[in-house]
Structure formats: structure tokens, C-alpha cells
């Protein structure tokens, strides 16, 4: 969208049509944070606006303490966030994409058809997802930023009926320490609007058993485990929920399982002064705990786009090198802080007591979600690090 907004060729090549997204299973549950929103309104591409949508502007926390026992905390963001079903967002986009000349073929691609796709384009910048297509043996793991040899989180993410909004609206992060994380998402889907919850368990934790229940075989006994591990885990969610109503809304709202966070280098020499970049999972597979996944590729695509329409279209080594350049500190930050959320250290437990207690570290915490790099050089990285930020707001830290 970037490139043909500015009046450049682009071709998009997808193995589902707009229909088959549409009415096809839940891809995931995102939240696009203020900057993506932003990056949407440059683009002339956001359409979903607080007229008709719910719109975000808080995010809320719950630390769980005892059973059954949270403690909640708010932090205001520094712009408007909103959570799209993929299933209506991607078949507008593609339409959009369209209308101002954009070329799109449904048609899978594979690595043995990178010569022919060389003889049609100039660059191919590759964004296949988790599954990959093939393409991953094109671009090498970073071994600094793949710190995971296995899933951190095994997970079991479904929209649901009969949860509530909270006052203000907004993204709730729940944690129950030792047994793993919930993500509470309010979804606009073509059907209205759900909640989507996002259960981010431990394998060795108390829900270990949710990504393996069997909704199809067993409706009734799904929702009522998911309402127990509400209960115990995550009771601010659970005094939202009206038992009379809420159910998972069908099977085709439900993904469950697991996948081992990975990053590669961003670009790779197919030989013969050819070169491909890698954006979107394909670049950048994280857990789903921080959110950052959408919002990484989106900054990606965007500054891709505009080195494309501010070059004279020569993809060469320098051009592709100047890309990494620019994105390795963005990626490596925003790996930095989703890592320190799924195994906190010392400092970062600490910096969530400090977040119970003073509201503007919550907010400027929070604020920093659409700049994620900045949460882990200027706040998580060590020990030291989280002193001197909290040392801004007078605040230290107590020895446990």
C-alpha cells in the first residue's frame, strides 16, 4: 500500500482470496498499537475509527498475589489502539490494494519460482509467516537474538461471548507467576464485537492442559475449565464475565498449540545481483505475550516502503544493508523486551511492584508498548538500567 500510494508497481502474491480469508478460520488476535494506527492514517487506510469501532487508550494489569487474589493496575497509551479480526482487516486491505493499482495474484510461491519472479520484478521482499513456504533456509537465524530452543508458552487463544468491557476500555496482561500469562483483547469481528482471550501457559504451570482440551468433542466442559482457570488465575477478568452467557463462540474461533520463537537476517544474495528481504514473521517469529508481532512488521513494511520510494530502485547490496541498518536496533529491542516479559528477572518483578504503586511509571510504561525497543535499552536491559529510569520518578529500587 505504501508503494502504490506513491505511485510505484507493486504485486502481492497470496495463496487465499479475499473470501477464503474471510470466511476462513481465526488467523489471530491482535491489537494494532498507536504507532501502527498512525502508520494506517499516513496511508489513508484507517478505517475503523472510534465511530464505529471500540477503541483503546488504556492498558490494564493484574499481578495475581493468592489465589483468587490480583493486584490491577492501569497505565493510559499515547494514542488510539484497536483490536481488528485479521478475517475482516486483510480482505479490506487487499481491496484497497486494488483500487490504487496494486497487483494481486492468488497463487502460493515457492523458492523455485524465485528466477521466474525475477524476470517480472526488481525485489522480492518475502513475508510467508510461521509456516514459511521454504523460505526460510534463504535467510540465516541470528543466534543472538534466538534465545528459545523450544516454545516459551504453549497456547490456547479463542473469541468469546459474555466477557465484558472493562472502564476504560482497553488490552488486559494478566499474569499468574509460575503458571503463565493471559492477553484480553476486545475483537471487532464481522459478527460484532467478541473478547478474544489469549491463555499464554507454562508447560510445567496449573492451565498446561487448556491448549489441549477438545472444544468439538466436549463444548460444555471447555468453557467451564476455561472459567475455573479464570477463577484462579486471572480473577479481574473472571469478575467480568457473565457466566449465563459466555461460551466460545464456535471451533472455528479457537487456535491451539505452539512454535519456537526464531529472527533471521533481514536479506539474502540469491546471486546475480539479485537480493530478497525478509519482513513479517518470516523476519521475526515472536510469542504473542507483548503484542509485538503485527506491529514489528508493520514498522518493517513501512520503512522498507519508504527507502524503496526514496531510492533510485537500485536493490543492491548497499540498499539492503542500509535496510538492516536501520531495523536490527527496532528488532533486537523489541526481542529484548518480549523476552524479559516471558522470563522476568529480579529487576522487572520489581518493576511491576513499582507499577502498583505509582501511576505515571504505569503510563510512561505503557506508552512505550508502540516504541518497544525503548522499554528494553531504557528500562529492562539490567539491573542497572531499571534504576536509572526509575531513579526519574524518584523512586529506587529495595533489595529482596
Known sequence: LGLVTNKIGATIYTPLSADQI???KMQNTVA????????????????????????????????????????????????????????????KMMAEFQRRGGTLIHQAVTP???????????????????????????FPKIDELCKHKQPPRILCVGLYKGVNDRDPLGVTVGISPGHGEIVVLPMETSDGPYMALLFENRADGDMSDLPKLNYAKDPEKFNRRILD?????????????DQSVFGLVSENELLQGSFTPVT????????NDRFAIAIGDLRCTQDPLTGQGANLASRGAFALSEMIASSDQIFDREFCEAYEARMRPVVAGTIGFN??????????????????????????????????ETIWFDILQDAATCDRYLSGFDVKHQAM
Request: proline share 3%; glycine share 10%.
Open 22 to 24: 474471510a470466511h476462513g
Open 32 to 91: 494494532h498499537m498507536p504507532d501502527t494506527v498512525q502508520r494506517e492514517r499516513e496511508l489513508g487506510i484507517d478505517f475503523w475509527d472510534e465511530s464505529s469501532v471500540r477503541t483503546c487508550r488504556v492498558r490494564h494489569y493484574s499481578l495475581l498475589v493468592a489465589e483468587g487474589q490480583a493486584a490491577d493496575f492501569s497505565g493510559g497509551l499515547n494514542g488510539d489502539e484497536r483490536c481488528i479480526d485479521y478475517r475482516v482487516y486483510l480482505p
Open 112 to 138: 523455485g519460482d524465485v528466477d521466474e519472479l525475477y524476470e517480472k520484478h526488481a525485489l522480492l521482499a518475502i513475508a510467508a509467516g510461521k509456516g514459511n513456504g521454504g523460505f526460510a533456509g534463504f
Open 229 to 241: 482457570a479464570l477463577a484462579k488465575h486471572y480473577p479481574t477478568v473472571h469478575a467480568h464475565v
Open 264 to 271: 533471521r537476517e533481514s536479506w539474502c544474495d540469491l546471486g
Open 339 to 372: 523476552n524479559a516479559m516471558l522470563e522476568p528477572e529480579v529487576h522487572t518483578q520489581q518493576l511491576l511492584g513499582k507499577m502498583i504503586e505509582n501511576e505515571a511509571i504505569c503510563t510512561d510504561f505503557s506508552s512505550r508498548f508502540a516504541a518497544p
